[in-house]
């Protein structure tokens, strides 16, 4: 599965849009890209995942480039709540495969 | 989503002892589910793949004889830490796949003492 790179850190106003970036420049054709959630002492949480065409859903917004390079979650109006380490992940969607995590960014909601 | 139940979410055990978790699939069948497991701080570590049916795939460096696992139905993974000791204190995540997703239990905390 291919790697990914994101910043460890990054802080947000509450109410405001949190983008969060990742780098995936050696992902291959079949591979999404995911994007998980992890509150602290919790399982991860799915937010989104998309191959090409940007995506959105009751919790967040995925925007991928074009090159698939790189991608950008956004959570239009971050709360307290949102406070948590957010995966970016690219793997294969077929057959038994597993799902490799990085090290994440915190992100940390700011009231 | 679908629903990945996780159990024991906490237990404490005495050096040397053994411990099952176990991981159902509620709604969805599960032909292979992944363990994983977490230091504090760290990231999700994939220990092994279980098969429904057949024997669990170990990622490197993990022991087989010590973390035995059991996929004995379309909807149950166990997980058991055989003899326990304090290194193997951690943070136990199981998943199951449901066509392209992941979907994760809530994690077991083990503290041997």
């Known amino acids: 599965d291919a790697k990914t790179t994101q910043p460890t850190s990054m802080d947000c106003a509450e109410g405001r849009a949190a983008n969060l970036p990742c780098n995936h420049s050696?992902?291959?054709?079949?591979?999404?890209v995911y994007w998980y959630r992890q509150i602290h002492s919790q399982g991860p949480q799915y937010i989104i995942h998309?191959?090409?065409n940007n995506e959105t859903n009751e919790m967040a917004s995925l925007i991928i480039t074009e090159d698939r390079k790189s991608s950008t979650l956004i959570l239009p109006h971050a709360t307290l709540r949102d406070t948590a380490v957010y995966y970016c992940?690219?793997?294969?969607?077929?057959?038994?495969?597993?799902?490799?995590f990085g090290t994440g960014t915190r992100l940390t909601v700011i009231p | 989503g679908a629903v990945v139940s996780q159990h024991p979410s906490r237990v404490i055990c005495k050096s040397g002892t053994s411990v099952k978790i176990e991981c159902r699939s509620l709604?969805?069948?599960?032909?292979?589910m992944f363990w994983y497991r977490q230091f504090p701080k760290q990231s999700l570590m994939l220990m092994a793949t279980?098969?429904?049916?057949?024997?669990?795939?170990?990622e490197q460096g993990v022991e087989k004889d010590k973390f035995l696992i059991n996929h004995a139905s379309l909807t149950l993974s166990t997980l058991t830490v055989t003899s326990a000791h304090p290194e193997d204190s951690s943070f136990y995540i199981c998943s199951g796949r449901v066509l392209e997703k992941l979907f994760f239990g809530s994690g077991t905390q083990l503290s041997v003492l």
């Open positions: 050696t992902i291959s054709g079949n591979e999404y």
């Open positions: 998309g191959l090409k």
């Open positions: 709604d969805f069948q599960a032909t292979t």
């Open positions: 992940i690219v793997g294969s969607s077929t057959g038994a495969n597993n799902l490799f």
């Open positions: 279980s098969n429904e049916g057949s024997k669990a795939t170990y």
